[in-house]
């Protein structure tokens, strides 16, 4: 993976903590959660400086957590799809997701 982010275009990639050390070997862009310095007894304001450093990076990610989920909404479909006795709910469940975000999508849009 770090060969293929040092060849590829210059990204920033937020992962979560599980990619720990990868931004070290990357040049940087690899942003993942700040990891912790003291697991016990950390002084106040080093709390308070990792907990915003935390949310920070988790207000970027969530971008990336809504399209994780986004994708796996339509994986739990594919596997049905082939399936001619479940097509009718097939497609009316397409229907309803795509409906729904054309929904949320306008009613965001109309919000701004």
């Not at 009718?88 to 965001?108: E, G, K, M, W």
């Amino acid at each position: 993976m770090v060969r293929l982010l040092a060849d590829g275009p210059a990204v920033e990639i937020l992962p979560d903590a599980g990619y720990q050390g990868l931004g070290a070997q990357t040049g940087g862009s690899v942003m993942t959660p700040p990891h912790r310095k003291f697991n016990k007894n950390a002084p106040e304001w080093y709390e308070e400086i990792h907990e915003q450093r935390r949310k920070a990076h988790s207000s970027r990610r969530i971008r990336v957590e809504h399209g994780i989920a986004h994708l796996k909404n339509w994986r739990a479909l594919a596997r049905h799809h082939g399936r001619r006795e479940h097509i009718s709910d097939t497609i009316q469940a397409v229907a309803v997701l795509l409906s729904h975000q054309q929904a949320v999508t306008f009613a965001l849009d109309e919000r701004a």
